[in-house]
Every structure is written in C-alpha cells, then in structure tokens.
C-alpha cells in the first residue's frame, strides 16, 4: 500500500492501457466495480468513460449521484415502499486533494513465504482515488464491511491498529514524492467514521447496515427508533 501510494497522482480516475504503443496512461474514469455492477443491472451511467477529477468532493458527489439513480432505476433497490420518496440530487465543488491508488481486494495479492507481495492482478479495478479512502482492509481479519459491529468491531480495531503501526515503521524506510502523513490520514478517517462513509459509497448492497451501524448513530442518537419509522 505505502509502495503504491509513494507516487502523487494528478487526477481521480483509473489507467488505460494503449495496445497500439504499449503505453499506460491515467486518463479512463475511477472504474469500480461498484460501478460496473450497477450497470449491469441496467443503471444508467453517471461518469462517463475518460471523466476524470481534480477533487475529492465532485468526484463524491457523482458516486452519490450514481447510488441516487441505481435507487431510481433497479427495482429491487428498495426495501420498502417508500425507500425512493427521499431522494435529493444536489452536487458540490471544493477542495482538491492528493490521490492514492487504492480498491484491492486479498484476491488480488500474491506473496512469498515471507509475505512479501510479488505480484498482482485484476489490475483493471485498480483505481486512483482520493487520499482520504485509504484504510485498512475489512477483510484482515475474515470479516465482511457489514459485520464489523460489537465483538467484531473491537477485533478489527486491535488488528486495524498493530497494522497501521507497522505501516508507521514501513514509512520511514520508503522515500516519497509527497508531503501527506499516510498512516495519519487513515487513523483520522476512523476516527472521524469518515472511512465507514467512503465505505457507502464502495458498496454494492451493505452501505445501508454501514450507515446505520457507524454513520446514523454519529448525528441520530436513538438510531432504532429512525430505522423503524
């Protein structure tokens, strides 16, 4: 992760690889597979192909748009009558920030004896995303994002924690062409529980139990009562 995030990327999106000079190049839209599911289910397309960003917040705000129409157009997206009646599009500009490549999955590693990485795959949902969407994998400790609640939620804190100690270690041994603190940016965005929203925004069908787990609770406190009315 620190080896892939050394590097500051000019722009929100993913590479393309050119078969007619054999070069790769960042100039395709952040293709995830979140993305790519909800336009096999007949969503319409939010970001179009070669749509790139300069900042984190009109890149979140296309993705909150994309979730908006996957609700309007997937009839099973709802679970309820009136899941739709709430609906409110809006976008937003801003700020940029710095990018990170990130969205692997544990499938994608291979490693040695040792745990070094030697190779990876499935590069084409590599994308290069905002800063603040780095975190530690839900998967390092064989859970998925929607169960990390509870017991759970104080094991993949313990295991979050001693990783990011041994990134802090790994940093000081790797020469960056950047000036962001990435272990401090990833210890902010849980305790912010602003990686729980960035989480939303990668999900296919969890993000209503990650909001109502770790977002609604932040801002609603008798959280049993909203889900139910």
Not at 9 to 27: C, H, K
Not at 158 to 183: G, W, Y
Request: aromatic share 12%; net charge negative; with cysteine.
């Amino acid at each position: 992760m620190l080896s892939l995030a050394r590097l500051p990327q000019p722009r929100i999106g993913s590479f393309r690889f050119d078969t007619s000079d054999a070069t790769i190049s960042l100039s395709n839209r952040p293709l995830t597979c979140t993305m790519m599911l909800f336009g096999n289910s007949a969503t319409p397309r939010t970001i179009q192909p070669r749509q790139f960003y300069q900042s984190t917040d009109s890149f979140a705000s296309d993705m909150l748009t994309l979730h908006d129409t996957h609700l309007l157009h997937d009839l099973h997206a709802g679970t309820a009558s009136n899941s739709h009646a709430l609906l409110h599009l809006n976008r937003w500009t801003g700020w940029t920030l710095p990018s990170a490549v990130d969205g692997l999955s544990s499938e994608q590693y291979f490693v040695d004896d040792d745990w070094n990485m030697t190779c990876l795959i499935d590069l084409e949902w590599i994308c290069v995303l905002p800063v603040d969407m780095l975190s530690v994998s839900y998967w390092l400790t064989d859970c998925s994002i929607d169960s990390i609640i509870d017991d759970e939620y104080a094991i993949f804190d313990q295991a979050r924690q001693a990783f990011l100690a041994i990134m802090d270690e790994e940093a000081r041994l790797i020469s960056t062409e950047h000036d962001v603190d990435i272990t401090s940016r990833m210890r902010y965005a849980w305790e912010s529980k602003g990686v729980w929203f960035w989480a939303c925004l990668r999900s296919i069908n969890a993000w209503l139990f990650v909001f109502e787990d770790h977002i609604l609770p932040k801002f609603f406190a008798e959280k049993e009562r909203l889900t139910t009315t």
